[in-house]
């Protein structure tokens, strides 16, 4: 069996080399066949890396020079930038720490007693001098019974004091014209004795008399103190009766629990059956004339406000509508400790973890609210003013 030798290219640069002899070998039969192999896939040629192109580096100075310039523009920029902010904030005093507030009543009875009827449901707008609730009115129009019972009694003791005192007075007008007879009787009888034209028994008579009439004096003057001081003591019976019957009168009317103020109920939880207690607030009412936007300022913001200044509220609850407003007051001092209900206000000086710069509270007041708007007590507002 004869094999042919592959050729190869001669590399390049290299001898030629002589002619290969071929060789031919007989064809093979159909039994020594065999069927062909395909030869391996012969791999591609890596290709050798090429190397970058060289980098030109800048003279040390010209970068320096660079650095400089691009420090300069940032630099200048945040300056221009603080000079700007500076500027608006000098002819535009904003904040977002600003709500809405009003006056929360709270409405307590004034009496205690059962509760038997609720006049009203939660978030009811209400006008000043409508009925809340009801207390039951039955123990309190007793005890006025009671003490109009009491006043029917001195009265009527009274009454006889004063007859006890007429009477006592009469008997002394009585007993003194008698004693003034007495008296002349006791002086003519005495006169006569001396002259010996009575009897000794005569005198003894008129002395006696005359004694007599002295005690009953003495008795009418008793009874005309005693009366008086009967007519004092039963006409402050009187008085302290009538105080009291004033008292469960004024305690009868407090049943009926009336609103204070015009208003709006919020949160009502009061239902009939429950036990209103003296001073304890069952019901809280938002006061509809005491609407008012406290917004917190910053203290170099206020160096140019003025009380009776113009500004503009922005509401969350009606938002992209601007509302004028009056400047109605400032705040003089707010309290740096948190504390509850201090006489002075507390604002406080962090925010998401940021320590602000302390706040002073500004209120102002809507001018000329359109017919019909609503205010919501605790809202969120923003407020501008150009000082």
């Known amino acids: ?26 064809a093979p039969t159909a039994a020594e066949a065999k069927p062909a192999v395909a ?20 003279p040390r100075p010209a970068r320096e020079a660079s650095r400089l310039r691009r420090l300069l523009v940032v630099g200048g920029t945040i300056l221009g930038l603080f000079v700007v902010y500076q500027i608006v904030v000098y002819f535009v005093a904003y904040t977002d720490d600003a709500y809405v507030r009003s006056d929360l009543v709270a409405v307590a009875s004034e009496v205690t007693g059962p509760i038997l009827k609720v006049h009203v449901v939660d978030n009811q707008d209400i006008k000043k001098g409508d009925r809340l609730f009801t207390i039951d009115p039955l123990p309190f129009q007793l005890i006025v019974n009671q003490r109009q019972a009491q006043i029917d009694e001195q009265k009527a003791l009274v009454k006889v004091s004063q007859e006890e005192l007429s009477s006592a007075r009469a008997a002394l007008a009585a007993s003194t014209s008698a004693h003034t007879y007495a008296q002349q009787e006791q002086v003519r009888f005495a006169d006569l004795a001396k002259s010996q034209y009575a009897p000794r028994a005569e005198l003894d008579r008129a002395n006696d008399e005359l004694r ?24 402050a019976a009187l008085n302290l009766a009538m105080a009291e019957m004033a008292t469960a009168q004024w305690g009868l009317g407090k049943t009926e629990v009336v609103a204070p103020t015009d208003g709006t109920i919020t949160n009502l939880t009061v239902r009939t059956g429950d036990t209103a207690n003296v001073n304890v607030p069952i019901i809280g009412i938002v006061d509809a004339n005491a609407w008012r936007i406290m917004a917190n300022y910053k203290q170099d913001y206020i160096r140019s406000f003025e009380v009776g200044g113009t500004a503009w509220v922005w509401l969350d609850s009606q938002p992209f509508v601007f509302h004028r407003a009056r400047i109605q007051g400032i705040a003089r001092g707010f309290s740096r400790e948190v504390g509850e209900q201090k006489l002075l206000p507390y604002v406080a000086p962090t925010t998401d973890w940021i320590r602000l710069q ?16 609503k205010l919501y007590m605790g809202a969120d507002a923003r407020t501008i003013i150009f000082p």
């Open 212 to 235: 007599r009439t002295a005690a009953e004096m003495r008795i009418s003057e008793f009874a005309i103190e005693k009366a008086q001081n009967g007519i004092v003591a039963h006409q």
């Open 39 to 58: 030869p391996p896939p012969v791999p591609a040629p890596i290709a050798a890396p090429v190397a970058p192109a060289p980098v030109e580096v800048a």
């Open 358 to 373: 302390r706040r002073i509270p500004v209120t102002l007041t809507l001018v000329d609210p359109p017919p019909g708007f």
């Open 1 to 26: 069996m004869s094999a042919t030798a592959p050729s190869a290219d001669p590399p390049p640069g290299a001898a030629p080399e002589a002619p290969a002899v071929r060789i031919v070998e007989p």
